[in-house]
Every structure is written in structure tokens, then in C-alpha cells.
């Protein structure tokens, strides 16, 4: 575990290897425990059981790649998790990005870490070398800056960011609003009395009650040809700001009663560079 602080941010990370997530969804790389802004804790421990083989024991920032070689992997075969290993696809199923698969080979990590910074180096040999920087920018700031390289793969896909803020812990209702800066459209999954798009993003009529969930994976602008990476949430006095460097194809959002996940789609292609900015507020 390491602890990045300023003045008035303070961020909980957890080596790639130490055991805290031992899932085979999310990139291992600066995997956050928590995150506290003026000492408010906006985001933490959101699932009400932690189990570190669950897909989804991750906080804060949590990005995923898309699966690379698995439709041509067959089982017993190795397909590439960027961010995770080699893994082994065990059967004819359809990859399932809930499923714990096994890792073959994890390959190698180094890490530097100083009072602001953590970064990260995952080397694959042959396969690709993929860095990442997590840094408190300023006393309201942080910037998750990734590259990723070949070397001598071709490597090409979708990644994306969970957005696991829990804003205090309060539970997600009316306060909880999240915009961006065009109109969106989509289609929701199932039909709810809970939520709507509005003319910048999305509003909660209510309280989501435990156990209840609501979706929407196809989030995109009105009329527009592509998204910028900029979007917005609030929940009472607390705010975080969010933008990226590269343009976004859709987004998702899924949430339950304590978390509200606006997750931003890119597509990359190695060699691929991105940097995501927050500012709280």
C-alpha cells in the first residue's frame, strides 16, 4: 500500500501484486483504495462484501482494457490483458470480463513512488512495455498520465475508466448530477422511474434503494460526430471535474445506491499515449 498526499488530497494505492485485487478485469497498475479530498473521502470501499478475486474490488479510478487474442486463442491457449498478464482462456465460452481467469503469466512490474507520484511499468517481453502515472498535480488536481508501447505485438482495442466515486458516501439520489458539455442521448436498458437524461447529462428523481441498479451503455452526443473527453459531477457541496486528451466514442453509466459510474470509452492503438485529469471541488 502507498500513500500520495498534498495539503489537501490524499490518495490510498495498492502495489500490482500485493494481493488487494487479485481480479483478472481491471489493470493492476495504480489500483486505489481511496481518495479523500479535504477530508472527505470521495471515493472508497463502495461494495458492501470485499472478496479480492471479485471482478469489481476496485475504488476510485479504475480502468479496464479490452481482451486482445482471445476470439484466436483456443483453450488452454494465452490471450493478453493489457494492464493484467497472459491469461489462459479455458474454454469455448464467449470472454466474460466478470470471470476470474487464470494468469499464466503475469509479467514483470517495477514502481517509484514520492510524496505526489506513483508510477508504474508493467513489461511484457516481446509483447508491449505499458506505463502509468498517477499525480497529485495541485492542492485540487490529479492527472492519471498512461503510454503504451509495442514491442513487437500489434495491439489495438477499447479502454476505459469505472469512475468508482462514492462522493462522502451519500447515497445516490436527486443530489447526485452528472453533465457534459453537449447534449446526450442513449437508450436505457430497462424502463426506469428513477433516473432521465436531461439537456447536459443525467438526473435521479429518487433514492436508488439497495439491491437496485440502472443502466445505460450507449451515451453519446446529440447530433455530434464524436465526444469530447469532459464531464461533470456533483453531489451537494463536493464536485469532481473530469477530462481527457483523447476524444471519447461513447460513454456508460451504471450505478447503484452508492455509486453513480460515468465510464468514458477510448480506442487506442499501440503505440497509444492519454492523460485523464480531475479537478475536486
Not at 513489461?123 to 492527472?143: A, C, N, Q
Not at 479502454?159 to 458516501?169: K, P, S
Not at 433514492?207 to 452526443?221: C, F, N, P, Q, R
Request: charged fraction near 20%; proline fraction near 6%; glycine fraction near 10%.
Amino acid at each position: 500500500m502507498m500513500l500520495l498526499s498534498n495539503d489537501t488530497l490524499k490518495a490510498v494505492l495498492h502495489e500490482p501484486l500485493d494481493g488487494f485485487y487479485r481480479g483478472t478485469r481491471f489493470d493492476r497498475s495504480g489500483v486505489f483504495d481511496s481518495i479523500s479530498f479535504k477530508s472527505v473521502e470521495i471515493a472508497g470501499r463502495w461494495f458492501s462484501a470485499y472478496n479480492p478475486y471479485m471482478h469489481d474490488a476496485v475504488c476510485g479510478p479504475a480502468e479496464e482494457f479490452s481482451p486482445i487474442g482471445f476470439e484466436d486463442a483456443s483453450p488452454g491457449e494465452c490471450f493478453l490483458k493489457p494492464g493484467v498478464g497472459l491469461l489462459i482462456r479455458p474454454d469455448d465460452a464467449p470472454y466474460d470480463r466478470f470471470r476470474l481467469y487464470s494468469v499464466a503469466n503475469p509479467g514483470s512490474w517495477t514502481m517509484e513512488v514520492r510524496q505526489d507520484h506513483a508510477g508504474f511499468r508493467h513489461v511484457m517481453p516481446g509483447i508491449y512495455d505499458y506505463r502509468k502515472e498517477v499525480v497529485l498535480t495541485g492542492p485540487d488536481s490529479m492527472e492519471i498520465r498512461h503510454s503504451l508501447t509495442s514491442l513487437g505485438a500489434h495491439l489495438e482495442g477499447e479502454v476505459y475508466n469505472h469512475n468508482f466515486w462514492t462522493m462522502g458516501f451519500m447515497a445516490v439520489g436527486p443530489q447526485r448530477q452528472m453533465d457534459f458539455p453537449f447534449r446526450p442521448e442513449g437508450h436505457w436498458r430497462s424502463e426506469y422511474d428513477s433516473v432521465t437524461l436531461t439537456a447536459s447529462g443525467v438526473r435521479f428523481s429518487r433514492k436508488l434503494a439497495e439491491g437496485e441498479s440502472v443502466y445505460m451503455g450507449d451515451i453519446h452526443e446529440a447530433g455530434g460526430h464524436g465526444m469530447p473527453y469532459s464531464m461533470t459531477l456533483r453531489d451537494g457541496g463536493l464536485g469532481i471535474e473530469i477530462s481527457g486528451d483523447v476524444p471519447v466514442t461513447h460513454t456508460v453509466l451504471w450505478a447503484n445506491h452508492r455509486v453513480a459510474c460515468l465510464e468514458p470509452y477510448n480506442s487506442f492503438a499501440a503505440p497509444f499515449s492519454w492523460t485523464v485529469r480531475y479537478r475536486f471541488f
